[in-house]
């Protein structure tokens, strides 16, 4: 089982839609969470922190559920900037790093 | 506030060369440091990190070297470039302790062709 697998996608929805991609990690052990967003041959940019109780920032909402080793996020009326691709990130087993998913792409379109 | 620098942007270079790319951190004392590198359609690989001056822990064996010979300054060299080194290179910090659960944050990246 890869350590952080995601649908790799590509999500293709219309603006003002909903969309919710998932992830699931294999190391119990991981203590932190996060999804970054990354643009065409940018850099990752943190986009939220994921914690059990869920958070919210704005049109996003993360959840994650530690007994199942599931992570999601949750975009709300998708706009034409969310296009992008969604990376989840836990942390290895020692703690010392992030592991990265694949990412899983979003394409918003008018 | 903090600030990361990566150089250069993008770099061709034929196999068999040499390879060094620097990363340095201002703003902040002590960071972990990190080496990642993203091949073309694939996720991000961690290749080194470092806790500390002169400490480097690799994560995969390959045809690269890390050093730290300074708190906020991180390398990547090669001696000899394959093609398979090909790739994006980012290189990233966080804070130890408590902090790493706020993330890292990355440098620009140095998107390299090796040919």
């Known amino acids: 089982r890869k350590e952080v697998e995601q649908d790799p996608g590509p999500f293709n929805v219309p603006e003002g839609a909903t969309v919710a991609f998932n992830c699931t990690y294999s190391n119990s052990a991981s203590q932190s969470f996060f999804w970054y967003r990354q643009d065409c041959r940018k850099e990752p940019k943190l986009l939220m922190s994921v914690y059990s109780s869920g958070n919210e920032d704005g049109r996003f909402t993360a959840q994650l559920n530690r007994a199942s080793q599931y992570i999601s996020l949750l975009i709300r009326d998708s706009k034409l900037s969310d296009s992008a691709t969604y990376l989840c990130?836990?942390?290895?087993?020692?703690?010392?790093?992030?592991?990265f998913g694949k990412g899983t792409t979003l394409s918003v379109s008018s | 506030s903090q600030t990361i620098h990566q150089w250069p942007a993008t770099l061709v270079q034929p196999v068999g060369s040499p390879l060094s790319l620097e990363c340095t951190v201002e703003?902040?004392?002590?960071?972990?440091l990190y080496w990642y590198r993203q091949a073309a359609g694939r996720g991000l690989q961690l290749l080194f990190y470092?806790?500390?001056?002169?400490?480097i822990s690799s994560e995969v064996p390959q045809n690269l070297s890390a050093s730290r010979p300074q708190d906020r300054q991180f390398i990547l060299s090669s001696k000899k470039l394959l093609l398979s080194d090909s790739g994006f290179y980012l290189c990233?910090?966080?804070?130890?302790?408590?902090?790493?659960?706020?993330?890292?944050?990355f440098g620009s990246g140095t998107r390299l062709t090796v040919v």
């Open positions: 470092s806790v500390g001056i002169g400490q």
């Open positions: 990233a910090w966080t804070g130890s302790g408590a902090e790493r659960r706020y993330g890292y944050t």
């Open positions: 990130v836990v942390t290895n087993q020692a703690g010392t790093a992030l592991i």
């Open positions: 703003g902040t004392s002590n960071p972990n």
